[in-house]
């Protein structure tokens, strides 16, 4: 027991009902790769936060609303940009530490998006409107689909996960990394050209995927692959 790792779990957020909330499967999948998940408070006490997110040894940023514009030094372009001031602040403050501490990071489709921005990048703000002859990105909840085909990036950590060319992932998404940051590396990609996954270097574990494993996880092998590799650099002993 001692040696599962604890992650601390972003929550998501829903203006309508003014509550936090999760999808089962981000919590599922952490316990089914080994490790030992907790829900990070959503508050505006950042010392509260920081307190709850000391005692983690991975931090995994789930999706939920779109990242700011701002933040990337744009003006939203459309009235669909729908975002958490929030998630903002205190995702920024748990990346800030968990790169100080070199703690495993996984990022999840606004997790990816946020991760990237935090580090210099921007972001599509809407990929059917900025993207030449796209996808199909966005599905709608709850059915999860194989929307489309991921192409993994040869010598490149999810490519030694996997040990596949080519993925089928869901995918649920309307925004996406347009530049990626300067401290990131391209893993993969979908084959209309948008950014798919990415990594840091030089770090334990800091990944960002843009599709949805916590909803295929229990299907597909390829996704509980994923959250093992996460759990298990997160351990203290590594």
Not at 5 to 22: A, F, T
Not at 87 to 104: F, G, H, P, Q, S
Not at 154 to 169: M, R, W, Y
Request: aromatic share 6%; glycine share 8%; hydrophobic share 40%.
């Amino acid at each position: 027991m001692q040696n599962k790792p604890i992650i601390g779990v972003m929550p998501l957020w829903d203006e309508q009902k003014k509550s936090v909330w999760i999808h089962s499967g981000y919590i599922d999948g952490i316990i089914k790769a080994g490790g030992a998940p907790v829900l990070l408070p959503l508050t505006e006490d950042e010392e509260v936060f920081c307190r709850a997110l000391e005692v983690c040894d991975g931090f995994l940023i789930t999706g939920g609303q779109d990242v700011s514009p701002k933040l990337y030094g744009e003006s939203a372009k459309s009235d669909n940009i729908n975002t958490c001031p929030l998630r903002d602040k205190l995702e920024a403050v748990a990346i800030k530490i968990a790169l100080e501490r070199d703690m495993a990071l996984l990022g999840i489709c606004r997790g990816l998006q946020f991760l990237n921005v935090s580090l210099g990048g921007t972001l599509y703000q809407d990929i059917p409107s900025e993207v030449e002859e796209p996808l199909v990105h966005l599905h709608t909840p709850p059915e999860n689909p194989v929307t489309h085909d991921v192409v993994i990036e040869p010598d490149t950590p999810l490519a030694s996960v996997i040990q596949e060319q080519k993925i089928h992932v869901n995918s649920f998404q309307h925004q996406g990394v347009k530049e990626l940051s300067s401290k990131l590396k391209c893993m993969a990609r979908a084959t209309d050209g948008v950014l798919e996954a990415a990594y840091m270097t030089g770090k334990r574990f800091v990944w960002g995927v843009q599709w949805h494993p916590e909803m295929s996880y229990q299907t597909d092998e390829n996704s509980l692959k994923i959250f093992r590799a996460f759990v298990s650099c997160a351990k203290k002993d590594k």
